[in-house]
């Protein structure tokens, strides 16, 4: 059994940095793609980042590019998302991933991943 738990949630305001992370219990890191998405009220789940093992590739949505960045700690069987300059349009409910790390579909939909966390409520002020 895998579960993700995330936490580094909270308030912010624009322009501001958050720190996520979400710990995997049940599996190493190494035989995972991991992913984060988000959720705001009214609208559907969104790929944010992921990143896979295969060539270590990391993936990032257009609105996010340049400004957030996906790492791992793998003593600490972590995933981290860094956030920096945030927007209001960021606030949301955001989602860590786990799936199969040789998916022959695509990381950036939900379906590529089995295992959800919980979620964390990054708010932005604008």
């Known amino acids: 059994q895998v579960q993700l738990v995330e936490s580094g949630g909270g308030l912010v305001q624009a322009g501001g940095s958050l720190r996520l992370s979400c710990v995997v219990f049940?599996?190493?890191?190494?035989?995972?793609?991991m992913g984060w998405f988000r959720q705001a009220p009214g609208k559907e789940r969104e790929f944010v980042s992921a990143f896979t093992w295969s060539g270590g590739t990391t993936y990032y949505a257009d609105s996010v590019k340049g400004r957030f960045t996906i790492s791992r700690d793998n003593a600490k069987n972590t995933v981290h998302l860094q956030m920096n300059s945030l927007k209001p349009e960021d606030t949301a409910v955001y989602y860590c991933?786990?799936?199969?790390?040789?998916?022959?579909?695509?990381?950036?939909?939900?379906?590529?991943?089995?295992?959800w966390g919980q979620g964390t409520q990054v708010t932005v002020s604008s």
């Open positions: 991933a786990a799936g199969p790390k040789d998916y022959s579909g695509s990381y950036y939909y939900t379906t590529a991943y089995p295992y």
């Open positions: 049940g599996r190493t890191l190494s035989s995972q793609a």
